[in-house]
């Protein structure tokens, strides 16, 4: 086994590349259980720092500052009685969650979270990101029309429109980024993983790739990817004041949470395109600049400082915790959570130390692993975080000028930008 | 349109509906219910809508879901004991209410509050005009996608509630005023605290123009959206923030001065466009007129007496009378017929929402279904008022 192992970690190829179907099951599983907790981490990151944002505490009451929520919410949903209106469509109404849930998930098997960790390194890529990204909204729609009721085909209806008109700047905004990719080799790519090493070789994070072309193609796709993922300023499909819950008004229990779980997954996906397309993909900042072996010390202690950090933060609030007897449990938890984001860190120092040098020790290439996965996530994060501040911030685009605004300024923006793309590349190659 | 009884059913046979250009287009409308349980109809208003699409073709409100016979309780009861109940009206602004109502029977019964009284009475009546148009603010922005001006209007609007608290007990439905005066003489510390809060409250108006005067969403959002002109909100019988939206400077504070309002300097705010923005525009700068209202009486305010000459038993004169005052949602009236006894012959309540709803269906006729809900917030009706 540990040779089988180290035998792995010595490929540089994804296991789909290298047609290992053991470690890809292996990839399959950790991502599908890595998304779902990080939705339930979302979501309790989400109703905390929304609260902060409106000056109140969120969730307090399971588990200490509400950490337990996401899991007593899962149990609570799971239990609740499973209804399907009489009137609605009873098959599609039972598809529909799940095709957004598979529509989500299924975006994974390209995400590319390191060189060699990801599930598969497909060729088309980024044309399989977002075909199967935008089936997304099938679900949505079918949904809404099975429901049979009025709200529900109301919020499908917006959300199918919607579609249609950020798809577009969408996929134009992708092209442009995939045009980059042939500066240097001279062939481009639409493999996830070829972009970031061709952000690589070229030693420039896309974004900042013929300023500000770049730039405009990463905003535009930064705010469609807002609008495909149905959240605010754009949720309309969903809008609570006006369609009571939009498409998935019927739906209650486990289903209802199927949606949820989409919707999550959905943005860590699209924010996980946005980062490799622009951001670099998994490279730390500034991977040619500041490349001695020091520099590569102290990028590869930052995930264990992170660690360091929230265990800080947890440390802190278990001291800060009213010291009534009823708290007494909460604390202890909170004081254990402490201790294994604590032990977390430190096993990541550990690793980090053990494996700095730059040779092929099974200690390094585990280093070189995480640091991969670390600055992917840690991009990612950003973008969860500026999800939830649009949503506390902004007010609710009305349905007509959010087309409005897909067709009329990021269509000519994104085009715009794609031809210009060309036409500076090709002169400057 | 109008605004129907609660015996009106799914039937909106007689919804009267232009017929669209295009009659071959006109497959199906869509007939949908917005409330009575909807979480932006602001209570139990039901809205039936009929939309091509989104487009709103037509609506029918149907009202009564909170019909409590307010208005017939009142020949039932004293005139004493009916003051707490016109609290429950519009209880939000619950202090506009009993002032109406204290002041209708004082004219009645030919009696004035002392000048202390009224002092107090503008105090606190501002402050709940402050504090309901915080709660507007609030649950319009969140009508309109944003989450967060709620929370902090919230967080202001308590230390309104919590000087009347300490002042009378109660925090939402105050029974703050009593006919011919106030019952409680201001607590040790009041002046300072109502100056605290001025002092605290002027930034935070900022703060919640800052996330939205010029947001460009809020601007989309509400910029022409719910337009009435001036002559239509005349004729709909539309007063307060709404009619002076459009334009008209009509404010009964200025215009039949009441309680102690003809001693103070302040200006009445106007829009010009009458839409949704205009009237979120004059409802601010009412917040503002208010602190300066509220400053000066505080400043100002006299020592005496807080009780008028009022007999033990309210038995006011054979007579009737009209009194109204300008409640932060519009021109609030009260119409009392007394019969020479201790109860009321009728009373009859003009409240400002209900009037004001009236104009949903002008405003909201060609616009999108998430309009409508932008122009229910706008019209800042509370539920309790309509159905009494």
Request: charged content about 15%; hydrophobic content about 50%; overall charge neutral.
């Amino acid at each position: 086994m540990p040779n089988f192992i180290t035998s792995y970690l010595g490929s540089t190829l994804t296991p789909g590349s290298a047609g290992s179907q053991f470690w890809a099951l292996i990839y399959v599983l950790i991502i599908f259980t890595g998304v779902s907790v990080a939705v339930m981490a979302m979501n309790w990151l989400e109703r905390k720092a929304l609260a902060h944002f409106q000056i109140r505490l969120g969730p307090m009451r399971v588990g200490p500052h509400g950490l337990l929520q996401p899991i007593a919410d899962a149990i609570k949903l799971a239990l609740k009685e499973d209804i399907i209106p009489a009137e609605a469509d009873q098959f599609v109404f039972w598809i529909a969650p799940l095709i957004g849930l598979l529509a989500a998930f299924t975006v994974y098997t390209v995400i590319p979270f390191g060189p060699s960790q990801a599930v598969s390194d497909m060729n088309i890529g980024v044309l399989f990101m977002l075909g199967v990204s935008s089936l997304g909204v099938l679900g949505i729609v079918v949904a809404g029309w099975a429901s049979n009721s009025h709200y529900p085909l109301i919020g499908a209806l917006r959300s199918s429109a919607q579609m249609v008109s950020y798809e577009v700047a969408m996929g134009l905004a992708v092209i442009s980024a995939v045009l980059m990719t042939s500066m240097k080799s001279g062939t481009g790519t639409l493999s996830m993983i070829g972009i970031v090493q061709a952000q690589q070789e070229q030693h420039v994070w896309f974004i900042f790739q013929f300023f500000p072309l770049g730039l405009l193609a990463f905003v535009i796709f930064a705010i469609a990817m807002v609008a495909e993922t149905n959240r605010a300023p754009f949720d309309m499909a969903e809008a609570e004041s006006e369609l009571t819950a939009g498409y998935h008004t019927e739906y209650s229990g486990l289903r209802w949470s199927l949606f949820m779980l989409a919707e999550y997954a959905a943005m860590i996906s699209v924010s996980s395109i946005a980062v490799a397309l622009w951001l670099g993909g998994w490279m730390r900042p500034f991977p040619n600049l500041l490349h001695a072996p020091a520099w590569d010390l102290i990028f590869s202690l930052f995930p264990g400082l992170t660690f360091v950090g929230l265990a800080a933060i947890a440390f802190i609030g278990t001291v800060r915790m009213p010291a009534y007897s009823f708290f007494k449990i909460q604390r202890i938890g909170l004081a254990v959570f402490a201790a294994l984001l604590g032990f977390l860190a430190l096993l990541l120092l550990v690793i980090a130390v053990a494996g700095r040098s730059a040779d092929a020790s099974v200690a390094a290439r585990f280093n070189q692993g995480i640091g991969y996965v670390y600055w992917f996530v840690f991009k990612v994060a950003v973008f969860m975080y500026l999800f939830i501040w649009y949503r506390a911030t902004w007010p609710r685009y009305r349905f007509d000028q959010l087309m409005k605004i897909g067709w009329k300024v990021m269509l000519p923006i994104s085009l715009g930008v794609l031809v210009l793309t060309a036409i500076v590349g090709v002169i400057v190659s | 349109m109008s605004v129907h009884g609660n015996d009106r059913t799914n039937d909106v046979s007689n919804l009267e509906l232009e017929t669209p250009e295009t009659p071959y287009l006109d497959a199906n409308e869509l007939i949908i219910n917005m409330g009575p349980q909807h979480p932006a109809t602001h209570g139990v208003l039901r809205v039936i809508l009929k939309l091509d699409g989104e487009k709103v073709l037509g609506t029918e409100c149907v009202i009564g879901y909170l019909h409590r016979g307010v208005e017939k309780i009142a020949e039932n009861r004293t005139y004493t004991m009916f003051n707490p109940y016109v609290d429950r009206m519009d209880y939000v602004a619950a202090v506009s209410n009993g002032l109406g109502y204290c002041e209708a029977v004082e004219k009645l019964m030919n009696v004035e509050a002392p000048p202390r009284a009224q002092y107090i009475r503008v105090i606190l009546t501002e402050l709940n005009r402050m504090a309901s148009h915080q709660l507007w603010l609030g649950t319009h922005a969140l009508d309109i996608g944003a989450m967060t001006p709620l929370f902090y209007t919230f967080r202001d609007r308590e230390e309104i509630l919590k000087i009347f608290e300490r002042y009378c007990g109660a925090r939402l439905t105050t029974h703050a005023f009593r006919i011919g005066g106030c019952q409680y003489e201001t607590y040790a510390g009041f002046e300072r605290d109502v100056k605290n809060f001025l002092t605290f409250v002027a930034p935070k108006i900022d703060e919640y123009e800052e996330l939205l005067t010029t947001n460009r969403i809020w601007l989309e959002r509400t910029k022409n959206v719910g337009v009435i002109s001036a002559a239509d909100a005349v004729a709909l019988g539309v007063t307060g923030p709404v009619l002076r939206a459009s334009g008209v400077q009509w404010d009964l504070r200025k215009a039949q001065p009441y309680a102690a309002y003809s001693k103070f300097d302040f200006e009445i705010p106007t829009g010009e466009n009458g839409d949704t923005y205009d009237r979120y525009l004059v409802r601010m700068a009412e917040m503002r007129q208010s602190l300066r209202i509220i400053e000066q009486a505080v400043n100002t305010i006299p020592e005496g007496p807080i009780m008028g000459k009022v007999p033990k038993v309210i038995k006011p004169p054979v007579g009737e009378i009209y009194h109204s005052i300008e409640a932060p949602k519009g021109e609030l009236g009260y119409f009392i017929v007394s019969d020479g006894s201790t109860q009321p012959y009728r009373l009859r309540v003009r409240p400002p929402s209900f009037v004001n709803l009236q104009a949903l269906d002008v405003m909201v006729r060609g616009l999108l279904v998430a309009d409508v809900i932008a122009v229910i917030g706008t019209l800042d009706i509370v539920l309790g008022e309509v159905d009494r």
